[in-house]
């Protein structure tokens, strides 16, 4: 919201600079923003002495120029170029923008020096159609920056949902008086007493539904005059921002931003039933609001003229009752509706104006009359009109402050600092409370009706701290006393999981959860849809990490970086009988996995690459019993299962091409591995236990076989590590052959055999009998035969 | 075929295998003997040239030599770019001026990184580490916590929605009631965790974060005390000489309420790090705490704001982009 200074010291003495008083503002919550002073070098105030046509261009003009010192020969393109226009002027050598430098140039044959701006090259807004033109007032030669900043009087204030009151000039002057101890100059305009309440013979009003409308102020003024609003109006509803448009509709926006109350004002000849009826709208209903747009109504509340919608409630008046230049009688609504009614209307017709965003937050019940007062005397005053004595106060559901007791304990408690009786006295009273002292360390207070947000003892607190100052609150930081530290982060476990994988030479990212419909179905089902999603990108909940993953491989491909190693810890999402979110460890390799070098060339990544950093993995967490098996799989080409024990808790491999190509990856080879973490997380909880180091040595063999081409490795060494009895305590193949000399489908593999006693020295002959063991058993298993 | 034809076929079909290098040296040591092996190709021309006439013998035995020598070149520089290190590794002429071997690196993310540093402080000041769901039914993202449905502060936070009561949670509020509801006073925790907002994605909002919530529940506990909290984490993270606003605001779910500022040097400004207040006691009343006898604090970060202020990333996108030149940063 835009608070005018100027219109700011109508009520209360400002002294301190803009930038001050902000600050001023923000620390009593009400946050607020100065503008910041333009800085233009190069740019000043000129004026047009002479605008004629380019002789050899019909679109441009030439113009002179003059700073108050100099005259200049322009080149201007705008269409609104002419004589006596005041205009921001910039010289040769000024920069506007980042980088736009003016210099001297040549257009068409005649020479330009300089540039006359249009507000988008100052970079003030995206007006180009033509220059700017500056008030007649500005004085020729001074700084551009400084002709701006002389008009920028004004603050803007991010107001927090709770504060209707401030949502004026008067409420704001308010704080600012509460909090500098000072009282404001502002007087309601004056109730008028009435012998007879004449208005009553030519208006009636009749609320339907009181808990919506719980009050409605009315009354007509007669044979106003249409025309501009006087200056000293317009320019304090332009220095808030506002534009002006006639002195009728000028009143109503102007008590608005007064005094935070909406009103509205109506063509009273234009309702002949003499008669407003405030209800709820039916279905089908339509009215013409007055931006001219067709509204369509479901159970809005509106006001209608005893059938139709004239005007819908709290948020605007229609186009066929509105104040034309022609209207003569107006009819003046200032009413109470109650915010959650005018917040669903202003929902379901996707509307949020001036009076709609005050009504939602609570308006004032009792501004509702004062506010009417306020428009009857304008109207007089600057419409010349002439109010027909009386008021209608349709008031069936009656408003009550309710009182809130304060008590000294709960200030103390709550605040942590000393904050005084009197200090407490002053500010609540200041905020215009009524308040009563009962007993000692009591307080009975009233809040007044412009403030709906004070309902309870700490909304109470919360005055009395803010206006105190928070910055003055005392800092306590006092940590003694012992706390209960047995609950250990259920998440500590992933941080060990990050840091071995990027150990492992993979990185971490984090990725959207949202996705679109296909990818959320691609690699997995069930996806979670929103009702109400940002755009089709985004309209599901991923069901899986791999597409995210997968298209970070193709960001980082196309940005040059073709060696990708990356995982993600994250959450799948599902429906079922219940949502379920699940966390997921998934990682993908792309590219080299050694890259070329001075000392080596590249190795690509292989099905062997990603299966050596899984398993490398499981050994970094100290998680045993991790078995791999072949396995056919929706998401690879070839691909294996990784079970934990006998369950299966994930599975990897090369990815499929389709699924590649379904979410155009421009790569082939991506291998990668997707891991339900929850067993992980579990199996992590297992302490490890030291086993005894053997202190006698270990002795190594060879043992290379003959095999069937088809026979798995896998099988053969865990043969051999039973057959060799205890003394055996590793076996892994190190060289796989084949070749035709062997014989068709046959492979020659050497194992490599380390055996070690934890008790002797291992003899010779006790190795030689296992290994011979080992060969029998392998040749009977797998017609296989031993190698020289 | 003529010698000379039979020297080309060698050559070409020395050519091909060259381009399938084996990197098995079993398989090298095939490849040798099929061309200088004893029984080997080019031995077979030595062969043929014996059946040559003395006319032709010297002109023939000539390219034979030369690409003997050809051949043995290439295979001596493919074995040894496989075999072994490259270059020369006798001592005298090491050059220790060349880089080390390629390792790859790993990274973690930043949000990871902030995240830990963020719970490694209020850890060390005894707070407990609690999680909650992301996807959350209207009662424990808004009522719960003083956000009635129709109320104004329900634009404060642009929500997705699920099903008609469910939501993707907003915040991570939400869990500070599940806590309440499953345990009994004092509580300390904090409660990191991701949250969704339906608003555009740009520089400065993407549809999700991250945040971390802070409760504590006790019978005496102030402003004084939340502001304590705040200034030592502030202090920690960005540093002891960091200048800390506390500014009066307003928040549904605590009453009085405060954001915390941060000068930012650079920019001359304050920003905005997080917003914080004492539980509300409708808050209170709703998971069944006494609102007289009990009072506490409540805070919330995001962590995105957190690690853009201390690495001075100026795009929340960067986060979710992953580019590599952005992750290895860190």
Known sequence: ?????????????????????????????????????????????????????????????????????????????????????????????????????????????????????????????????????????????????????????????????????????????????????????????????????????????????????????????????????????????????????????????????????????????????????????????????????????????????????????????????????????????????????????????????????????????????????????????????????????????????????????????????????????????????DIKKDGKNKWICTPPSFRPDLEREVDLIEECCRVYGYDKIHSNFHYAGLYDLAEVDPEDVLSKIVIAMSGLGFRQCYLNSLTDENTAGLLGNNAIPMQNPLSSAMSHLRTSLYPGLLQTVNHNIRNGNANVNLFEIGKEYKTGKKNSEIYHLTGVLHGDWISKSVHNDEQRQTIHSLKGKVEALFNRLKIKNISFSTTEHTHYKYGLSIALGKSVIGHCGKLKQSILNNLDINADEIFGFDIELKSIIDAMKNVVKYSAVSPYPKVGRDMNFVLDKNTKTADISYTVLNAGGQILISVKPVDIFQHKSLGDNKKSVTFHLEFQSAVKTLEEAEINSAMNDITAIISKQFDAKLRD | MTILESIGSVRESFRADLDSFPTDQREIDLLRSKYFGRKGLLADLYILLSGLSNKEKPKAGQSINSLKKELQKEFDRKTASIAGPKHVTNDQLLDLSLPGYPITNGSIHPLQQTLDEIKGIFKSVGFKVAYGPEIEDDYHNFEALNIPKHHPARDMQDTFFVEDNVVLRTHTSNVQIHLMEEREPPLRYIVPGRVYRNEAVSYKSYCLFHQIEGLYVDKNVSMGDLKGILEYFVKRFFGESTTMRFRPSFFPFTEPSAEVDIWDEKREKWMEILGCGMVDPNVFDNVGYDSTVWHGYAFGMGIERMAMLKYGIDDIRLFYQNDVRFLEQF
């Open chain 1, 1 to 433: 919201m835009r608070v005018s200074i100027p219109w700011l010291k109508k009520y209360i003495n400002i002294k301190q600079p803009t930038a001050e008083l902000a600050d001023m503002l923000t620390m009593l919550g009400l946050e607020s923003d100065a503008p910041k002073k333009p800085t233009f070098s190069g740019i000043v105030v000129g004026k047009i002495l002479k605008a004629e046509k380019h002789p050899n261009a019909d679109r441009l003009s030439l113009c002179v120029v003059t700073d108050g010192k100099e005259e200049y020969q322009v080149v201007c393109g705008a269409p609104n170029v002419d004589t006596e226009q005041i205009v921001a002027f910039a010289k040769v050598g000024a920069v506007l923008g980042d980088d736009f430098k003016i210099t001297k140039a040549k257009i068409r044959g005649e020479r330009s020096y300089g540039m006359i701006c249009s507000e988008r090259e100052l970079g003030l807004s995206d007006e180009h159609e033509g220059i700017m033109v500056l008030n007649e007032s500005a004085k020729i030669g001074t700084n551009f920056g400084d002709y701006l900043s002389s008009n920028l009087h004004y603050l803007e204030i991010d107001l927090t949902p709770n504060r209707p009151d401030c949502m004026s000039h008067v409420g704001v002057a308010r704080e600012i008086a509460v909090k500098t101890g000072t009282k404001i100059n502002y007087t309601p305009a004056a109730e008028r007493k009435f012998k007879k309440n004449e208005v009553a013979d030519i208006l009636s009003i009749k609320i339907d539904d009181k808990n919506c409308c719980p009050r409605y102020v009315a009354g007509v003024v007669k044979n106003i005059t249409v025309g501009p609003a006087p200056d000293w109006m317009r320019e304090l509803l332009e220095s808030a921002g506002q534009r002006s448009i006639n002195n009728i509709v000028d009143i109503s926006n102007y008590v608005l931003m007064e005094m935070g109350h909406p009103t509205h004002i109506f063509d009273y000849d234009k309702i002949p039933s003499q008669t407003i009826c405030i209800r709820k709208a039916k279905k089908g209903e339509h009215v013409m609001s007055l931006d001219e747009e067709q509204r369509k109504l479901t159970d809005e509340l509106v006001i209608t003229d005893g059938k139709k919608p004239i005007a819908i409630a709290g948020l605007m008046g229609g186009l066929e009752s509105a104040v034309t230049d022609k209207t003569k009688n107006v009819l003046i609504e200032s009413a109470y509706f109650d915010p959650i009614t005018i917040r669903r209307s202003a929902k379901s017709l996707g509307m949020s104006t001036e009076a709609s965003k005050r009504f939602e937050r609570g308006a004032d019940p009792e501004g509702a009359v004062n506010a009417y007062w306020r428009v009857v005397e304008l109207l007089e005053e600057l419409a010349g009109g002439e109010w027909v004595p009386g008021m209608i106060d349709a008031y069936p559901k009656k408003i009550k402050q309710k009182q809130i007791i304060l008590t000294r304990e709960k200030i103390d408690i709550l605040s942590g600092c000393e904050l005084s009786d009197s200090f407490v006295n002053a500010t609540l009273s200041n905020l215009e409370l």
